[in-house]
């Protein structure tokens, strides 16, 4: 859609927050609660500053007692950047912690099935994340940060949270601050993108809280699959669950007339429309909010779901995990009834989900069949990331022999 205008942020996403309560000089206080993790108010809350010791934090982190933090922003990271060091090696951890932990990281070693070991590889992550999302800080109502050294974070706030204005005011975890942070710095920078041509202009610039195509092994495989060759007049493609935008923009840049991109989260249709106007692309793609298919046919239809089949830790979570594989099925059960004649269905899956037993190459086979479709080709190809090179990460049977494929489904 290269006409279109850009959108600058998204719109206040998050519904309106619980709230935290402490007590302050003597005085009760509260204050809007913000957790894009889901995660509720902690109920016990002290103040915190430079003399709160890294020994002290993570006794209190582990109780479930946060720290509202008072005293300067670059020792709170640092005390963030200790706790974590005491979760990953925990010194004084009781007996039972230590037994916990070591199943985590040792269960593929010891013989524990990889689903098991996948279990508790999510429960290790999750009291990871709750301990380190103990430690707080405040926001004004232009979520100004009043500790000394904080940085001017209104920017990359404004543009994950909303316009500021009273209601922005809250108290959120630092580690999440951090992370809006980094998005913020991720979306100037953009990621490079080699299948849509030459720098300066093949960058995909990610909003918060939408999935970065930092894998460039799917883009690649829509970027070289072979189109239908039944072409009709006017060839459309469509993009189920767009995210950022990527696949649109290279089917944009292949023998195609025309792109619907489809989406239902806010971010990602903003972040979408924000990429496809920046990139001028040779041909139009229009990006609209719907629940997997928009009106009409397609020849080609492009779907890139969550790969593993589980139910999302937190919203953020849900470029990754797609519990009851809703999107994967919702796909395949749709997608005969939006093909245009000779055309076809390019599923973008990666075999991680069945290396960690959650599904099986049978059960993938079976829906596809139950669907009215048949597969008429796929194309492979070997991802390439630091885990699968991490022997000591409790899933790295599993990384290590990943595969990433694009099926090409036809109806039966």
Not at 54 to 59: K, L, S, V
Not at 102 to 112: H, I, M, Q
Not at 315 to 331: H, I, K, Q
């Amino acid at each position: 859609m290269p006409t279109s205008s850009p959108v600058s942020s998204p719109e206040s996403i998050a519904p309106l927050q619980p709230t935290l309560r402490w007590s302050e000089a003597g005085e009760e206080r509260s204050a809007r609660w913000r957790s894009e993790r889901g995660a509720p108010p902690p109920k016990r809350v002290v103040l915190a500053d430079d003399t709160t010791s890294a020994d002290t934090a993570y006794r209190l982190a582990c109780e479930g007692t946060a720290l509202l933090w008072r005293g300067d922003f670059q020792n709170a990271r640092q005390l963030l950047q200790a706790l974590a060091r005491r979760i990953d090696k925990p010194v004084k951890a009781s007996k039972q912690a230590r037994v916990e932990r070591k199943k985590a990281a040792g269960a593929a070693a010891s013989g524990v099935p990889v689903g098991q070991a996948f279990h508790l590889y999510r429960q290790a992550q999750s009291q990871r994340a709750r301990v380190l999302g103990m430690v707080l800080v405040e926001f004004g109502a232009d979520y100004s940060i009043a500790l000394r050294r904080a940085p001017d974070a209104k920017q990359a706030c404004t543009e994950a949270w909303g316009a500021a204005g009273e209601e922005a005011a809250c108290v959120a975890s630092l580690r999440e601050l951090m992370g809006v942070i980094s998005a913020h710095e991720w979306r100037k920078k953009g990621v490079e993108i080699p299948a849509l041509g030459k720098a300066p202009n093949n960058r995909i610039h990610p909003h918060y809280g939408v999935f970065s195509p930092v894998r460039g092994e799917y883009v690649d495989l829509v970027a070289n699959a072979p189109l239908p060759a039944n072409r009709p007049s006017k060839f459309v493609a469509f993009d189920i669950g767009t995210g950022t935008g990527v696949l649109s923009a290279v089917l944009a840049l292949r023998d195609v007339d025309q792109v619907v991109a489809t989406d239902l989260d806010p971010r990602a249709l903003a972040c979408a429309r924000e990429n496809i106007y920046r990139l001028r692309l040779p041909n139009p793609v229009k990006v609209m909010e719907a629940d997997l298919f928009p009106e009409g046919l397609a020849s080609v239809i492009v779907c890139n779901p969550p790969w593993l089949p589980a139910r999302p830790g937190s919203p953020l979570e849900g470029a990754v995990y797609d519990e009851g594989s809703r999107m994967l099925l919702g796909f395949l059960k749709g997608l005969a009834a939006h093909l245009a004649p000779g055309g076809e269905g390019w599923l973008i899956l990666s075999d991680f989900a069945e290396h960690l037993e959650l599904r099986t190459r049978a059960e993938l086979l079976a829906a596809i069949k139950d669907a009215g479709l048949k597969v008429v080709g796929r194309i492979d190809a070997k991802p390439e990331h630091p885990k699968a090179e991490d022997a000591t990460n409790p899933l790295h049977a599993a990384r290590a022999a990943e595969v990433t494929s694009l099926w090409r489904l036809a109806a039966a």
